[in-house]
């Protein structure tokens, strides 16, 4: 196999409150972890890559102090929404290299953020 | 700049009226192409691997075939459960951010019974 879990898979809050999401890989060490946002009927957008241990690289145009990531281990990544607003309102995706196929990213779930 | 366009934007189906996805690449130095299933709300499901031009693979009712510029992903006999959005992403050997993937922006498939 080669799981990836997302939790929460829906999170509704007040504008203002911060979120944190975490993604796991279930049965393999992933070697590097990235976080995608998705508008609807778009593609995937990516935000970050992370490799345990060390800061994420973010993506142009994506806020660091924003979109706080944490990846303390081989099996966990964490992204934190801070002080969100209804803008971040989106389908975010977690993805894990490391699995059983050589490059290849496995995908998460998904989460389901609504901001009031 | 790595880039993948894919066609059609969307395909209707009768079921077991067989047809193909196509994914058109430019990449600088190709490391993987990569096919993801995706359903409404839910992460990409991964499909298949192809790392260089001439590779097939094949999983039920899709195969998935490369050359240098671009895969397709042929369905034959396609059933209802089929129906979602093909994702095609190609990874370079260019860039900072290692493993990054480039998407297209897919293909919706509609399978009718």
């Known amino acids: 196999g080669a799981v990836v879990s997302q939790h929460p898979s829906r999170v509704i809050c007040k504008s203002g409150t911060s979120v944190k999401i975490e993604c796991r890989s279930l049965?393999?060490?992933?070697?590097?972890m990235f976080w995608y946002r998705q508008f609807p009927k778009q593609s995937l957008m990516l935000m970050a890559t992370s490799n345990e241990g060390s800061k994420a690289t973010y993506e142009q145009g994506v806020e660091k102090d924003k979109f706080l990531i944490n990846h303390a281990s081989l099996t966990l990544s964490t992204l934190t929404v801070t002080s969100a607003h209804p803008e971040d309102s989106s389908f975010y995706i977690c993805s894990a290299r490391g699995g059983r196929v050589r490059e290849t990213q496995y995908f998460g779930p998904g989460t389901r953020l609504l901001v009031l | 700049e790595d880039q993948v366009t894919q066609s059609p934007e969307a395909l209707r189906l009768q079921e077991g009226e067989s047809s193909s996805l196509n994914c058109s690449y430019t990449?600088?130095?190709?490391?993987?192409l990569f096919w993801y299933r995706q359903d409404p709300g839910k992460g990409p499901e991964f499909l298949f691997t192809?790392?260089?031009a001439g590779e097939e693979k094949e999983k039920e009712r899709l195969k998935a075939t490369l050359t240098k510029k671009e895969s397709f992903l042929h369905i034959t006999a396609p059933k209802p459960e089929d129906s979602a959005t093909y994702l095609c992403a190609v990874q370079g050997t260019g860039g900072t951010s290692y493993g990054k993937l480039t998407f297209g922006q897919g293909t919706i498939l509609t399978v009718h019974p």
């Open positions: 192809l790392y260089s």
């Open positions: 990449v600088s130095g190709l490391r993987g």
């Open positions: 049965d393999f060490q992933a070697t590097t």
